[in-house]
C-alpha cells in the first residue's frame, strides 16, 4: 500500500506574518510492489498558510491564495 506524508522542505522567514514559517510538500511513496518507482509530488503547503488567509489580502502559492506568486522562489 502507498504512503502518503507531508515532507517538509526548508523554514524561511516569511514578512507576510513576521515569523518563520516550515514550507512542506506532499508526497506519495509507491506500494512496495512498485519498488522502482519515485515518489510523487503531490501538493505543497505553509505552515501558517491557514493564519496567513485570515489576512484582508491574497498571500501567495504557498498558502493556496495565489498561484502565481512564489516569494520565496530563489
Known amino acids: 500500500m502507498?504512503?502518503?506524508s507531508w515532507k517538509p522542505i526548508r523554514r524561511v522567514y516569511?514578512?507576510?506574518v513576521a515569523d518563520e514559517v516550515?514550507?512542506?510538500?506532499?508526497?506519495?511513496y509507491p506500494a512496495e510492489i512498485m519498488p522502482d518507482s519515485p515518489p510523487?509530488?503531490?501538493a505543497h503547503r505553509c505552515s501558517l498558510?491557514?493564519?496567513c488567509n485570515q489576512l484582508d489580502k491574497?498571500?501567495?502559492a504557498w498558502a493556496g491564495?495565489?498561484?502565481?506568486?512564489?516569494?520565496?522562489?530563489?
Open 2 to 4: 502507498e504512503r502518503v
Open 14 to 16: 516569511c514578512d507576510r
Open 22 to 28: 516550515t514550507l512542506e510538500a506532499k508526497v506519495i
Open 40 to 42: 510523487r509530488v503531490l
Open 49 to 51: 498558510g491557514l493564519a
Open 58 to 60: 491574497p498571500a501567495c
Open 65 to 74: 491564495t495565489l498561484p502565481g506568486f512564489d516569494p520565496f522562489a530563489s
